[in-house]
T-cell receptor
Framework: DSGVTQTPKHLITATGQRVTLRCSPRSGDLSVYWYQQSLDQGLQFLIHYYNGEERAKGNILERFSAQQFPDLHSELNLSSLELGDSALYFC?????????????FGPGTRLTVL | AQSVTQLGSHVSVSEGALVLLRCNYSSSVPPYLFWYVQYPNQGLQLLLKYTTGATLVKGINGFEAEFKKSETSFHLTKPSAHMSDAAEYFCAVRGDSGGYQKVTFGIGTKLQVIP
């Protein structure tokens, strides 16, 4: 158990819909990262938050957005969903602001868009 | 910029045989290198990492990796495969992207262990 929790575990929705994925980092970790894992793209970095502020964006679509709240939990919002958004979404956390610190991954949320 | 190439998306070994998973990297800054493992239906877990110092790094579960700067490689090895090693392995490199030092993951190598 990494100490990172993600909800829900599975999500099935339809095209055009909007969903919110939630992540609680390990106790004491200030950084939260979001990744998308799909069969054809591998593990893609989406976005990094440190102590409530956005640090960096990766391959995140404009239809996607994220935020980190004062209690350090984070939410990833996916809107106008398309079939191609079906993937595993991982959240990871680390102590410091540098993304090169060891990252602890949650169990993931499997999103299926029908 | 930085990138990671993992040679072989699928590797099969017999139980008890040597495990060798290949990783080559490129990085515009001195690299930090990582190997993560992902068991079925789980998140990624750090196996080992190289930052500075000794180039042979030992990790959990009997795995080790050697940083070879001249070859830009960080191959993962284990002398004797166990059935429980069946998983997907990801090599990752810390690099610089517009002043932000981010970790870039390889595509992953699925290890199958044959009894």
């Amino acid at each position: 158990d990494s100490g990172v929790t993600q909800t829900p575990k599975h999500l099935i929705t339809a095209t055009g819909q909007r969903v919110t994925l939630r992540c609680s980092p390990r106790s004491g970790d200030l950084s939260v990262y979001w990744y998308q894992q799909s069969l054809d793209q591998g593990l893609q970095f989406l976005i990094h938050y440190y102590n409530g502020e956005e640090r960096a964006k990766g391959n995140i679509l404009e239809r996607f957005s994220a935020q980190q709240f004062p209690d350090l939990h984070s939410e990833l919002n996916l809107s106008s969903l398309e079939l191609g958004d079906s993937a595993l979404y991982f959240c990871a956390s680390s102590e410091g602001r540098g993304s090169y610190n060891e990252q602890f991954f949650g169990p993931g949320t499997r999103l299926t868009v029908l | 910029a930085q990138s990671v190439t993992q040679l072989g998306s699928h590797v099969s070994v017999s139980e008890g045989a040597l495990v060798l998973l290949r990783c080559n990297y490129s990085s515009s800054v001195p690299p930090y290198l990582f190997w993560y493992v992902q068991y079925p239906n789980q998140g990624l877990q750090l196996l080992l990492k190289y930052t500075t110092g000794a180039t042979l790094v030992k990790g959990i579960n009997g795995f080790e990796a050697e940083f070879k700067k001249s070859e830009t490689s960080f191959h993962l090895t284990k002398p004797s495969a166990h059935m429980s090693d069946a998983a997907e392995y990801f090599c990752a490199v810390r690099g610089d992207s517009g002043g932000y030092q981010k970790v870039t993951f390889g595509i992953g190598t699925k290890l199958q262990v044959i009894p």
